[in-house]
């Protein structure tokens, strides 16, 4: 999972170090913004790992305040990018304020839609909805694919667990995802759950307390 982004990052900078090639300009830019979101992807695993042993150990530090959801969701979505893929947010703008830890919420959305866009369907739409009450918002991040068995569905928290189907065959990942996303969301005093069936694909519901001034 490391080697890709290194691998990217490796070959395009090798490329702008040549003496022996004329490199124009476009070429110059599209390396480098290469080179940024691979860098940025593997910041982002690399934070991943770190999390891992205060997850285990209950001693994760979270800054919970009062945050705009769509503020934070939007963010995520402009790390994430696919050209075969749509993401879709649904989230209105004027959404109350939730309380939650800001980094740490981008983070969960961030691997959230990051294995969504890398399990869905080929040129299909990561959909993400939200409802609320007086006491809380619930979120959920819809992708299209088959059907997946409840029994496999109570397993994905697991650390190192991947569903084996032909798409996870053919995609690199740690099944680390949603192990760190459900300690994450519990340290921010949330809950998690996951959902499959023949409409929606794959769906994630994450719940967060509506900040009460």
Same mark, same amino acid.
């Given at each position: ?19 022996? @090639?004329? !490199? &124009? ?11 940024? %979101?691979? +860098?940025?992807?593997?910041? #982002? ?80 739409? @990561?959909? !993400? &909805? ?11 991040? %819809?992708? +299209?694919?088959?059907?997946? #068995? ?64």
């Amino acid at each position: 999972e490391f080697r890709t982004p290194l691998t990217s990052i490796q070959g395009y900078t090798s490329r702008l170090l040549r003496q022996d @090639i004329q !490199i &124009d300009e476009e070429t110059k830019q599209k390396s480098l913004r290469t080179i940024k %979101k691979q +860098s940025e992807r593997l910041s #982002r695993m690399v934070e991943d790992l770190l999390v891992i042993p205060d997850i285990e150990g209950a001693r994760i530090r979270t800054n919970i305040e009062p945050i705009w959801l769509n503020k934070i969701i939007n963010s995520a979505v402009s790390l994430v990018k696919s050209d075969t893929k749509t993401i879709l947010n649904n989230v209105p703008e004027d959404y109350p304020l939730i309380m939650a830890d800001k980094d740490r919420l981008e983070q969960v959305f961030v691997n959230l839609l990051e294995n969504a866009v890398k399990y869905s369907n080929e040129n299909s739409e @990561i959909i !993400i &909805d939200s409802i609320f009450d007086a006491n809380f918002v619930k979120i959920y991040i %819809k992708n +299209s694919c088959d059907m997946i #068995r409840q029994d496999k569905l109570e397993t994905l928290f697991e650390k190192f667990t991947r569903i084996d189907d032909k798409t996870t065959r053919t995609t690199r990942g740690t099944g680390l995802g949603l192990f760190i996303v459900k300690g994450l969301v519990e340290a921010m005093e949330g809950e998690i759950k996951l959902y499959s069936n023949k409409e929606e694909g794959f769906v994630v519901e994450i719940q967060l307390p509506v900040f009460k001034p």
